[in-house]
């Protein structure tokens, strides 16, 4: 573990275990030789069996270094994985409220599960949490958020906001429009909702929000926003069974993104986006929704406790509650729910 001040905001590197002192030889030694070098002279370098060499390169291989395998030639380090500039982070978010502490992982259980562990020891709010790869992502309704090593942004925020706990949800409404405005600032793609915390590049999502909270019902303990984005994700490079529902932004743009300045700018949209609704409510949160809506005026179903509802989104109401005219003319409200297009 090392820390980094930089512009007074201080960076906290983790490093996992699993990245132990083999490893980093490993690159160390391929980094010193532009040309190949064999299974045999890095095992005798490194007082290890061949075995434990191959299990080295095909975990570095995971964490996103290109490493060229041949028979009789030995490795070749091609490429490595591009990391996060976090001292760039810190300087452009040095007056920033979500900007004072960061942690940075190369890789995490999940940045959620970090914040909220931090969020309950007592850490400020404004601490963010990022990591170039999780090992648990969770995304909402339990669901696993995946993203090659380098290839996206993951990272979530500790908030301890002044408002009931019945509008902390609408945090999510405001973080999702803080990546979009993030997101359309540095690129050319235009970016939608899907109520309540999916983000969508036409008809593929790029992204999506995880907010989780403690406290009573009139006073909140915390709040962590956890944010994650395919920003480089190369199509091959998704889960099989995403191709067809996933993008990434290099893809939708056609042209890689600045993971770093990307960072940089959400954390202070979404500081304008929460102070703004702290401050003033959460009117102007729900008016650019509505401009960003996914789902109006399409037929979906919502999948509830007791089965399915289907029936005409309508947008949301003023506490974000998804309005669904139902087939005899009647509007139901849904707090909660799995959406699908029908």
Not at 23 to 44: C, H, M, W, Y
Request: some cysteine; aromatic content about 6%.
């Amino acid at each position: 573990m090392g820390v980094v001040m930089e512009s007074g905001a201080p960076i906290v590197y983790v490093e996992t275990k699993k990245m132990h002192h083999s490893k980093r030889t490993v690159i160390d030694i391929l980094r010193e030789n532009p040309g190949f070098v064999s299974g045999e002279a890095i095992s005798q370098t490194l007082g290890v069996s061949r075995n434990a060499v191959h299990k080295h390169v095909k975990s570095l291989r995971k964490r996103g270094y290109d490493i060229v395998g041949v028979s009789r030639r030995g490795y070749k380090l091609e490429d490595e994985p591009a990391t996060l500039a976090m001292p760039f982070v810190a300087d452009r978010t040095r007056h920033s409220l979500l900007g004072r502490s960061f942690r940075y992982y190369d890789e995490i259980e999940s940045t959620n599960v970090e914040a909220k562990n931090l969020a309950a020891a007592g850490a400020p709010e404004g601490t963010v949490v990022v990591a170039e790869q999780q090992s648990a992502g969770r995304g909402r309704l339990g669901r696993r958020w995946t993203s090659p090593a380098g290839k996206g942004l993951l990272f979530s925020v500790v908030l301890r906001p002044p408002v009931d706990m019945a509008d902390v949800h609408l945090l999510t409404i405001a973080a999702a429009i803080a990546a979009c405005d993030a997101i359309e600032s540095l690129t050319d793609v235009s970016v939608r909702i899907k109520w309540p915390n999916d983000l969508l590049i036409d008809d593929r999502k790029v992204g999506g929000i995880l907010l989780e909270a403690a406290g009573e019902q009139d006073a909140i303990d915390w709040v962590v926003v956890g944010i994650g984005l395919n920003v480089n994700t190369e199509y091959n490079e998704l889960p099989v069974a995403l191709r067809r529902t996933a993008v990434s932004l290099k893809t939708a743009s056609g042209k890689p993104v600045d993971r770093s300045e990307l960072l940089a700018r959400l954390l202070l949209s979404l500081e304008e986006r929460y102070m703004d609704a702290v401050r003033n409510g959460f009117d102007r949160v729900l008016t650019d929704f509505r401009a960003r809506d996914y789902l109006a005026r399409r037929s979906i179903s919502v999948q509830t406790r007791r089965g399915p509802v289907t029936g005409v989104a309508l947008g949301v109401d003023e506490k974000g509650a998804l309005l669904v005219q139902l087939p005899h003319r009647h509007v139901q409200r849904f707090h909660s729910g799995d959406v699908t297009l029908r």
